[in-house]
């Protein structure tokens, strides 16, 4: 299957600072990437939805300012998340389509914030 | 009620037993049906998706879409302890491109 990376997998900050998630799409190019929150033993919570050379949607509840998503090209997509604190301290996980419907994940980023 | 039901477990079996996964839906627009496998602190592994209704096989994995009564199944024959995994249910429409999930089934696989 299509190749996502993700980067970094595992991230410690301190509170207040800021943190920058990538996902890329290795071997396919990507016009659309969604950005997902996994607590402990739940699923998936769609976050944003990320399109290419055009603002992210974001998913009623979530701060679009606190959870700054760019997709400046058809192979990268940014999460920053601002100004963080321990409450944001999640697993973020991105994935891409790839055609019609199979979408492909990355590995996931464990966030912790100290 | 969520759009995706799935039953939590954990399940638990034997090695070598055939498993059975299952969920429900309640919207009608739902046209796309995929399976992950999720191991801990991982990324959800993308293992069969079917288009509308049918059956669709992979090596030791079969699943199953039933439109009439909205149930997606998947089966997994000679489980194996790599097996044990967390397996998530997914859908979408044809209009939003994001999938919406269940919330995943705990399977074990005891060697």
């Known amino acids: 299957g299509a190749v996502v990376s993700q980067h970094p997998s595992r991230v410690i900050c301190k509170s207040g600072t800021s943190v920058k998630i990538e996902c890329r799409s290795l071997d396919f190019q990507a016009t659309t990437m969604f950005w997902y929150r996994q607590f402990p033993k739940q699923s998936l919570m769609l976050m944003a939805t990320?399109?290419?050379?055009?603002?992210?949607?974001?998913e009623q509840g979530v701060e679009k300012d606190k959870f700054l998503i760019n997709h400046a090209s058809l192979t990268l997509s940014t999460l920053t998340v601002t100004s963080a604190h321990p409450e944001d301290s999640s697993f973020y996980i991105c994935s891409a389509l790839t055609g019609e419907a199979e979408a492909f994940f990355g590995q996931g980023t464990r966030l912790t914030v100290v | 009620q969520k759009e995706v039901e799935q039953d939590p477990g954990p399940l638990s079996v034997p090695e070598g037993a055939i498993v059975s996964l299952n969920c429900t839906y309640s919207n009608s627009a739902f046209q796309y049906f995929m399976w992950y496998r999720q191991y801990s602190r991982k990324g959800p592994e993308l293992l069969m998706y079917?288009?509308?209704?049918g059956n669709k096989e992979d090596g030791r994995f079969t699943a199953q879409v039933d439109k009439s009564s909205k149930y997606i199944s998947l089966f997994i024959r000679d489980s194996q302890p790599s097996d044990s995994a967390t397996y998530l249910c997914?859908?979408?429409?044809?209009?939003?491109?994001?999938?919406?999930f269940g919330s995943g089934t705990r399977l074990q696989v005891q060697p």
């Open positions: 997914a859908s979408r429409g044809t209009g939003r491109r994001a999938l919406t």
């Open positions: 079917t288009y509308s209704s």
């Open positions: 990320s399109n290419e050379g055009s603002k992210a949607t974001y």
